[in-house]
């Protein structure tokens, strides 16, 4: 069991995705963007800032959906550094610029490669970038390989290229062939990784943490399951699944949700003592402070459906994996700090391995006013080790939520929250959350600022338009600061 506390107690935190923050160039990243958010937090009174997986997106934009479970998002390497250590010049710099109102995945990929590479051109190897090679070579040289048979067949999937590709075995004979490509993608992956541990650096320096997001499952189309296809539950001859993830039909998605993941050969993994899974924490571990591990409840036990289903409706549940994974990981990794997001449909073989693992789970507020003994209101927490949301990536800005409650749901809301006569519902939730007993309370800066689903960063099982929201350059007035601080000292999270 870990500890019940992640070096802080009673603290608060904002949820913002990197790629949320208004900057020059289409989307947010590690530039000046990154240092005034900090300085924003520091100023506010947050403990932790929570973010998005940092992993690289593909089809569906989706960093739950990611190519590469080990590497970082090209698209938050920061135009202007590059500029600053001699590798564009500013003309090229001010060639990429682009303003939005949503971030265009189309023309990033159209562009920021292009950008990159003109970087790439001018890059002389470094011993530091030999001790990142060498100290990554475990992930990085596959990544490199992957990225580079990518690009030679116009980034279609890996299971569609020819025999000679598509078994990674008999591909690596012939890396040699993709040397100077994947040179390019290291670089890229070194540039990423020193922009990170500036900013990293930074916000320890304002005694800021931060709440990474690791996804649970990866994507078919990824280095992962193609350097190690035995350890999926993949059609051995085609390479195809056999199962493929989702959710089951519920009250808000009729179909139910059907992600397409591949599901992992729990039986394989064990035989190797969850080796990929370990380093897979570890390299998480590197990157954040606290890990959040998504879809918790999936490692006790998953649903599924058989690869070929338009929909997720002919899906089942199947026994996960369960405390073992854990207990591995815990025993190579005794520092790790952990948020297991147990949303969803929680039975007795979740909550026994909840209890098991010591993770904190999370206390979704949006889910708290349906029953008088439900589990998300914060009188009914049996103790501190848990996380309070207000919302989350995947729920409505709790503005839209707040005004369209159901009349029960209203009932619920003003019978336990406690509401000032002329404040707002917003305010008084965020307060609520911040008053409840819970270690670390969390809340996503569209709903300190008051926006409504315009601002939806994700709605679950509809594939377009979503993780596309970008912040208002002027998002950080003199009475938003006021408010959240105002907030947080309120609710006796500021000290």
């Not at 995947?394 to 929250?417: C, H, I, L, P, Q």
Request: with cysteine.
């Amino acid at each position: 069991m870990i500890k019940d506390n992640f070096g802080f107690k009673h603290k608060a935190g904002v949820f913002c995705a990197v790629s949320m923050l208004p900057s020059d160039y289409g989307i947010g990243g590690f530039g000046k963007e990154c240092y005034d958010f900090i300085d924003f937090l520091a100023q506010t009174g947050q403990k932790v800032w929570q973010i998005l997986p940092l992993n690289p997106t593909a089809y569906g934009d989706s960093p739950y959906q990611s190519p590469a479970t080990f590497a970082g998002n090209p698209y938050f390497i920061d135009p202007y550094t590059l500029y600053k250590k001699g590798l564009l010049t500013e003309k090229e710099v001010e060639q990429f610029k682009r303003t939005s109102p949503k971030i265009d995945y189309g023309y990033l990929f159209a562009n920021r490669f292009k950008l990159l590479r003109l970087a790439y051109a001018k890059f002389q190897k470094t011993g530091l970038y030999v001790d990142y090679c060498t100290k990554n070579q475990g992930w990085l040289d596959d990544y490199a390989l992957f990225m580079a048979l990518k690009v030679a067949h116009n980034y279609a999937s890996w299971n569609s290229w020819e025999d000679e590709y598509k078994f990674y075995n008999r591909a690596k004979l012939q890396a040699e062939k993709f040397q100077k490509e994947m040179d390019f993608w290291k670089f890229v992956q070194y540039e990423f990784e020193c922009e990170w541990r500036k900013v990293l650096d930074y916000a320890h320096k304002k005694d800021i943490v931060i709440l990474g997001d690791m996804p649970i499952y990866v994507s078919l189309d990824s280095v992962d399951v193609w350097t190690m296809p035995n350890e999926f539950l993949l059609d051995k001859d085609t390479l195809n699944p056999i199962l493929v993830a989702g959710c089951p039909p519920d009250g808000f998605s009729p179909d139910g949700q059907l992600w397409g993941n591949p599901i992992y050969d729990w039986e394989a993994m064990s035989k190797n003592g969850y080796h990929w899974w370990i380093q897979r924490v570890k390299r998480a571990q590197d990157l954040y402070d606290i890990v959040r591990i998504d879809h918790f409840r999936g490692f006790a036990g998953y649903y599924a459906v058989p690869f070929g289903e338009s929909t997720a409706k002919n899906g089942r549940y199947y026994e996960g994996v369960s405390y073992p994974l854990f207990e591995a990981i815990n025993k190579a990794l005794p520092n790790l700090k952990v948020i297991a997001e147990d949303l969803g449909y929680i039975t007795e073989d979740v909550i026994e391995l909840m209890k098991k693992t010591g993770y904190p789970g999370m206390k979704m507020l949006h889910f708290a006013f349906y029953d008088n003994d439900a589990a998300y209101l914060p009188k009914n927490y049996e103790n501190d080790n848990c996380v309070v949301y207000v919302g989350t990536h995947d729920s409505d800005a709790t503005k839209y939520w707040a005004e369209n409650m159901g009349d029960d749901t209203r009932a619920k809301f003003f019978k336990e929250v406690p509401v000032k006569r002329g404040q707002n519902l917003v305010d008084a939730l965020i307060l609520f959350a911040h008053k409840s007993i819970a270690n670390l309370s969390m809340v996503p800066l569209i709903d300190y600022m008051r926006l409504g689903n315009e601002a939806r960063m994700n709605v679950p099982s509809t594939p377009e338009n979503n993780w596309t929201y970008i912040l208002p350059k002027n998002y950080r007035t003199e009475g938003l600061k006021k408010r959240m601080l105002n907030l947080t000292v309120k609710g006796g999270r500021f000290n």
